[in-house]
T-cell receptor, first 115, second 112 residues
Framework: KAGVTQTPRYLIKTRGQQVTLSCSPI?????VSWYQQTPGQGLQFLFE???????NKGNFPGRFSGRQFSNSRSEMNVSTLELGDSALYLC??????????????FGPGTRLLVL | DQQVKQNSPSLSVQEGRISILNCDYT??????FLWYKKYPAEGPTFLIS?????DKNEDGRFTVFLNKSAKHLSLHIVPSQPGDSAVYFC???????????FGQGTILTVHP
C-alpha cells in the first residue's frame, strides 16, 4: 500500500504571497490532519478533516485554511505569507473509524521557505 | 499548557545496549499514546502505541511502558542499532479528533 504523499516537497515564496499544499492519504484512510513543525514551536496541530468537513482546529490564525475532497485528498492554504510561516508542513492520515484514538501515518512533508 | 513533555533533549547509547526514552504527560484518563521516529526534513515514522488501559506493549525491539500513577511513559529499544539514531517524539491523542499533541523530542545517537 502506498503511503501518504505530499506535493510539492519544497517551496520558496515571498512575503505576502499565498501557497497551496497538497496531501494524498493512504488508500482507505478518510481522516487527514495537518501539522506545522518549526525549531521554536515543535510539531503543532493545524486542523483535521474527515468526510470533507473540518472536525478540529488548532490555534493558528485564519490565514491558514484547508479543505478535503470526496476522494479524501486534502489541501491546505496559507494566505498573506509571513516570514514566520517558514516551516515543514506535515500531513497525516488515519482510518477515520469514528474513534478518537487512531494511529496517524505521516507523509514526507513540504518544506516552505518564505523570503 | 504543555500536555506532553520530553525532558531529555538528547541521549547517547552504545550499539547493542538499551536505549530508554522518557515522556511525561498531564492528567487524562482516555489518552492513547504513540511514539514516532523522525529524521531531519522527513515525516515522522510510527513506531509503537499504547492505550491507557494497558501497562505495556511490545513490538520487536521496541517496548513501551505506561505508568499511569506517575503519568509517565517510556520507550525501550533493545538492542540499539546505529540506524536507530534519530529524533524520537512521544505524542498523545485525547478526546479530540485527529489532534496529536507532541513532546519536544529526544535526539538519540547510537554509537557503533
Amino acid at each position: 500500500k502506498a503511503g501518504v504523499t505530499q506535493t510539492p516537497r519544497y517551496l520558496i515564496k515571498t512575503r505576502g504571497q499565498q501557497v497551496t499544499l497538497s496531501c494524498s492519504p493512504i488508500s482507505g484512510h478518510r481522516s487527514v490532519s495537518w501539522y506545522q513543525q518549526t525549531p521554536g514551536q515543535g510539531l503543532q496541530f493545524l486542523f483535521e478533516y474527515f468526510s470533507e468537513t473540518q472536525r478540529n482546529k488548532g490555534n493558528f490564525p485564519g490565514r491558514f485554511s484547508g479543505r478535503q475532497f470526496s476522494n479524501s485528498r486534502s489541501e491546505m492554504n496559507v494566505s498573506t505569507l509571513e516570514l514566520g510561516d517558514s516551516a515543514l508542513y506535515l500531513c497525516a492520515s488515519s482510518l477515520g473509524s469514528g474513534e478518537y484514538q487512531e494511529t496517524q501515518y505521516f507523509g514526507p512533508g513540504t518544506r516552505l521557505l518564505v523570503l | 499548557d504543555q500536555q506532553v513533555k520530553q525532558n531529555s533533549p538528547s541521549l547517547s547509547v552504545q550499539e547493542g545496549r538499551i536505549s530508554i526514552l522518557n515522556c511525561d504527560y498531564t492528567n487524562s484518563m482516555f489518552d492513547y499514546f504513540l511514539w514516532y521516529k523522525k529524521y531531519p526534513a522527513e515525516g515522522p515514522t510510527f513506531l509503537i502505541s499504547i492505550s491507557s488501559i494497558k501497562d505495556k506493549n511490545e513490538d520487536g525491539r521496541f517496548t513501551v511502558f505506561l505508568n499511569k500513577s506517575a503519568k509517565h511513559l517510556s520507550l525501550h529499544i533493545v538492542p540499539s542499532q546505529p540506524g536507530d539514531s534519530a529524533v524520537y517524539f512521544c505524542a498523545k491523542v485525547g478526546t479530540s479528533y485527529g489532534k496529536l499533541t507532541f513532546g519536544q523530542g529526544t535526539i538519540l545517537t547510537v554509537h557503533p
